[in-house]
């Protein structure tokens, strides 16, 4: 089964965002035994690289796609297109919402608890509540292409 020009751009998004933000993720992961100043500054970086790597990367591959798709990519959404954005957008807000509310849900805890992280060092993570607002937002992007695309294989 040939792939339409949609199906092409979710892939190129799906696989630049999984390969860029995994990428950005683990390198955060390894900042946990790394001091503060270091680590928010350390953080910095990889997040401005992400940000920008993702920018180029969508706009050269998805430039690209465009100019070999003239047609297709002039055409623009029909019916199903829209149809599968949308049931794809539903669950991806899901995700986004859940990430929210576990955010919130540490927010509070540690204002009613706050020895509770001052004794543990198993979420020494710089930003962490940044940076799990950051993962559901990836995380949902990550679910909502994914859908996208499950959506077309499936023609539901």
């Known amino acids: 089964m040939d792939m339409s020009f949609r199906e092409k751009s979710i892939w190129i998004s799906l696989i630049s965002t ?8 683990l390198n955060i992961l390894s900042l946990g035994g790394v001091s503060a100043e270091v680590s928010q500054s350390a953080t910095l970086g990889l997040f401005l690289r992400a940000l920008v790597l993702i920018i180029i990367v969508e706009i050269v591959f998805q430039g690209m796609l465009a100019i070999s798709n003239r047609k297709e990519a002039d055409l623009g959404a029909d019916e199903r297109d829209k149809l599968f954005e949308y049931k ?11 990430g929210v509310f576990v955010t ?5 805890f540690l204002e009613l608890n706050p020895e509770f992280f001052e004794q543990s060092n198993t979420f020494n993570i710089p930003l962490l509540t940044a940076h799990i607002l950051l993962f559901s937002f990836i995380f949902s992007e990550v679910v909502r292409f994914s859908a996208q695309l499950y959506y077309y294989r499936s023609g539901h």
């Not at 999984?18 to 993720?25: S, T």
């Open 88 to 98: 794809a957008n539903s669950l991806g807000y899901v995700i986004l919402v859940i």
């Open 18 to 25: 999984l390969l860029i933000f995994g990428g950005y993720f």
């Open 104 to 108: 919130l849900g540490r927010v509070v």
